[in-house]
């Protein structure tokens, strides 16, 4: 995910995000400030041509990649990280650290970065590949989407999963970091006898540029499109094909259950199911909680109120307005106001998947992860047991946002922290539903 965003400002404030780049060197300390302890991960990443770029992570707040700027030389470190409105500043000392101070809000704070141990490659569990993963490109009403369409060894005809990438602009495997939980997924599902099709988002890989005004409702038609595709190829089910969907692709999969061409199945994982507001305001009180600065019951009225405002169209400077009498302490408010008020935040706060869940008549499993903090697993699992008795619904023990194993629920957000990708009961339970579908 992600476009979701916390709006909190703990000490690093940011739009969560979950694309990062390649480590090159990587270097972790922890900050400490008034009882406050935070980790933080700087990625020093030096390019053949001479160019170095930065990124920060804040894996107890569940950021990754967020942007710097300035100047290494192997001693002295100097960068600027506008986004959160802060600088670091440090000098290598003899043991191999960086003594550095960072800087936010004129506060600065010590921190020693230390080597961090290169990450090993993740052990993707997968089993013999049997399958054969074929380049498809299609054009929908100006629309360019490229993907690969991953087939069982055989002759077919398949049941076929369209899969919906989640919040953000993600490539066709959905890759963040050194994972690429897509991929997994269509090579697991092969090997059970499935096929599927991911695509490149509009703005990724060899899919058409975004515009900017793009919307989830945008996203949803691009899904029916490709599996009205899907159902001149000959070695798939016409009749056995579904959507498979991550957080807001799970959601946009809901949505489409009851929009032609009618699904065969629904796969929904970690999908939001209550409305956009309460979804995001729910996702920052567990954040804020994760950060051990828990929202007060004013403060969490205030989000709603602002996000309100912003489903209902109001001027930014309404937004603005109510963000600043909101009490919480929010940095670099240009562009938290200009993310709220895009769009596709604005939609995705308007949207409110229960009309849907309530009329959906294809079989549906719905997958929610135990130590989600984004997609609260409760809150959305209720949803559906309450709407749609028929369903599937499932809460998996142990595993985060991405289905991976973690030890806690603030360990779960740091997602390229975890060597394991996809645990496998959740792969099984996706191919199991499949293949016992009449």
Request: one cysteine or more; hydrophobic letters at 40%; a negative charge.
């Amino acid at each position: 995910m992600n476009r979701l965003s916390t709006l909190l400002t703990i000490l690093v404030a940011l739009l969560l995000a979950l694309s990062v780049n390649a480590d090159n060197r990587t270097w972790q300390g922890k900050l400490n400030a008034g009882g406050a302890s935070l980790t933080l991960v700087l990625h020093i990443d030096s390019a053949p041509d001479g160019t170095t770029t930065f990124t920060l992570d804040s894996p107890d707040q569940g950021a990754a990649g967020i942007p710097a700027q300035g100047q290494w030389d192997g001693s002295n470190l100097d960068i600027s990280i506008k986004t959160i409105s802060a600088s670091c500043r440090g000098t290598l000392d003899n043991n191999g650290n960086i003594q550095a101070t960072f800087t936010q809000m004129g506060m600065s704070f010590p921190i020693t970065f230390q080597p961090k141990a290169a990450q090993p490659e993740p052990n993707r569990n997968q089993t013999p590949a049997n399958f054969t993963e074929l380049e498809r490109e299609y054009d929908f009403n100006g629309v360019h989407l490229a993907g690969t369409l991953t087939l069982p060894d055989g002759n077919g005809p398949f049941p076929t999963v369209v899969m919906i990438t989640g919040s953000g602009t993600q490539d066709r495997d959905e890759t963040i970091g050194q994972h690429k939980p897509f991929a997994q997924i269509a090579h697991h599902l092969a090997n059970h006898g499935i096929a599927s099709l991911r695509c490149d988002d509009r703005g990724a890989g060899k899919s058409s540029p975004l515009t900017g005004n793009e919307t989830s409702l945008d996203f949803a038609a691009d899904a029916r499109n490709l599996l009205k595709a899907l159902q001149s190829e000959p070695r798939v089910n016409p009749r056995q094909i579904g959507y498979l969907g991550h957080s807001e692709g799970g959601q946009i999969a809901i949505l489409n259950s009851v929009s032609d061409p009618k699904p065969a199945f629904i796969i929904a994982l970690a999908a939001p199911t209550v409305n956009g507001v309460e979804m995001i305001v729910r996702q920052n009180e567990n954040l804020a909680q994760l950060s051990g600065s828990p929202l007060s019951g004013q403060q969490t009225e205030a989000l709603r109120r602002t996000f309100r405002l912003a489903a209902d169209n109001a001027p930014a400077d309404d937004v603005r307005a109510a963000l600043l009498a909101s009490g919480l302490p929010i940095t670099n408010i240009d562009a938290q106001v200009t993310a709220i008020c895009s769009p596709w935040y604005r939609q995705m706060l308007r949207i409110d998947p229960t009309d849907a869940i309530s009329r959906c008549t294809s079989p549906m499993l719905a997958l929610y992860a135990e130590r989600d903090a984004q997609v609260d697993p409760a809150q959305n699992a209720t949803v559906v047991r309450m709407l749609l008795p028929g369903a599937k619904c499932v809460i998996l023990p142990g595993l985060n946002h991405l289905f991976q194993p973690c030890a806690t629920t603030r360990a779960g957000l740091a997602y390229n922290a975890i060597n394991e990708p996809i645990a496998q009961q959740a792969l099984q339970a996706i191919s199991d539903f499949i293949n016992q579908l009449p």
